[in-house]
Antibody
Framework: EVQLVESGGGLVQPGGSLRLSCAVS????????MTWIRQAPGKGLEWVAN????????CYVDSVKGRFTVSRDNAKSSLYLQMNSLRAEDTAVYYC???????????????WGQGILVTVSS | EIVLTQSPGTLSLSPGERATLSCRAS???????LAWYQQKPGQAPRLLMY???NRATGIPDRFSGSGSGTDFTLTITRLEPEDFAVYYC??????????FGQGTKLEIK
């Protein structure tokens, strides 16, 4: 059974930092691009960042460039999102997700974690 | 960046009826790399369709997708009570970042 489990969320003050983790099981982690997607309370979905299989390629949405860093540890089958200089508008449920296939072009998301809430507030 | 516009914003129908949801892109979506998701309150999204018309694993055949270029449609024939939810389209035909539509809420009439 494929599982993606996020952790590390919580309440943080504006300007603060937080590191999210996503532990996966049930598939060969090293075969897949991995992605972070977020959803602000009561709002729609926003694609945040992705990373290829060996970590050599990353992409970010403009609103988080220079503040967020995606990384992975293939030995631990884990994906991470380091979030710095957090703003109120970063408040959201953050999901890690895996695509249908292994190709870079296969970016529809079949498996999702349960999501983890990040609240940025003073 | 490709902007996706979904319509209508809210669709009120009764069980047994047919639902037609639209997703329009600001520019052509390469290779029809367009996906549809269903999301219920408090849950992660569930992939319904990918490549515009391919049903994901375990999705009932009352769900179908169509379209190409800039216009895409998700059709649900014979609505079941569990189909009432929010639906999102997402394009992945251009280079990332990939974009989602703003969602269509399908509610019980």
């Amino acid at each position: 059974e494929v599982q993606l489990v996020e952790s590390g969320g919580g309440l943080v003050q504006p300007g603060g930092s937080l590191r999210l983790s996503c532990a996966v099981s049930g598939f060969t982690f090293t075969n897949y691009w991995m992605t972070w997607i977020r959803q602000a309370p009561g709002k729609g979905l926003e694609w945040v960042a992705n990373m290829n299989q060996d970590g050599s390629e990353k992409c970010y949405v403009d609103s988080v460039k220079g503040r967020f860093t995606v990384s992975r540890d293939n030995a631990k089958s884990s994906l991470y999102l380091q979030m710095n200089s957090l703003r109120a508008e970063d408040t959201a449920v953050y999901y890690c997700a895996r695509a249908v296939g292994v190709s870079r072009y296969s970016a529809s998301y079949l498996y999702w974690g349960q999501g983890i809430l990040v609240t940025v507030s003073s | 960046e490709i902007v996706l516009t979904q319509s209508p914003g809210t669709l009120s129908l009764s069980p047994g009826e047919r639902a037609t949801l639209s997703c329009r892109a600001s520019q052509s979506v390469s290779n029809s790399y367009l996906a549809w998701y269903q999301q219920k309150p408090g849950q992660a999204p569930r992939l319904l369709m990918y490549g515009a018309s391919n049903r994901a694993t375990g999705i009932p055949d009352r769900f179908s997708g169509s379209g190409s270029g800039t216009d895409f449609t998700l059709t649900i024939t014979r609505l079941e009570p569990e189909d009432f939810a929010v639906y999102y389209c997402q394009q992945y035909g251009s280079s990332p970042p990939y974009s989602f539509g703003q969602g269509t809420k399908l509610e019980i009439k």
